[in-house]
């Protein structure tokens, strides 16, 4: 997916370059809605963004370099802190050092609970942009998506989930799947947004992308970021024959462009 391209295969291990304001700066540039950004902390200091609204609202604070929920911490507004001088006394306590955005935290609608949308995009070998994917994460044990325990798949044409992913790991095997049949308005418009700031993305070996977002309680979406799928797109590879072959004709010799080619001989895992 990659070829040999040294930011690509650096960005396996760590984001050097696509990071939290990459993909922030990303998405506000093609219009979509994400958690407004009131604060900055660079290791020592505060830099409020949005004035006087630090303790008016529950707050996420997300590690800028990191994934996977890595460094994130939620706090709520009356039981957390009462007060601008309380987060930083708790920002000073537990990430002296390190540099965070301190975001609104946005909640999700009630009737969905805890979950997230993941739009996987492809570049492909003329330079375009498709969807992949679309999958619900729901059925969240904790605040986060990534408690998941039922994913969807959810048809970009008609805005339904149709089918459950019991094919992406052994604990979606045997999940329920009561929610087959729900409509999910705007996933097609967000689709078509991610597709057009996967193409404009300068970093051309930047191939997969996973958009992650929500659906808040007026169903106005909101994105939260997007990360270089290196690891959510083999699973994609084999969700259809279709996928297959658009797999094979974009990425694989003899077919595949030059610059993203898996060639004959190389060892694949």
Known sequence: MTGTHSDAIQHTWYDTILNKNFWRSTLTKHGARIPRELGEWNGSSLDVKVADSIHKSDLVIKRNDMFMGIGDSFWNLGQDFHSEAEVVHKLEKEYEGTEVLVLELVRPKKS??????????????????????????????????????????????????????GWYAIAFAKMEAPLIGTKFPGVKKACELCVEAHREIEYKWLTAVGWDLMVMENDELVFFEGNFAGARTPRRMMLSLANFTEFIYNFFWPFGGPSNTIQPGWQLF
């Open 112 to 165: 969905l609970g805890v979950h997230s949308l993941d739009i996987l995009t492809l570049r492909t070998t003329d330079g375009n942009a498709k969807v992949v994917s679309v999958i619900l994460w729901t059925d969240c044990t904790t605040s986060s998506s990534h408690s998941t325990r039922a994913g969807y798949i959810v048809d970009v044409e008609s805005e339904t989930l149709i089918a459950p992913a």
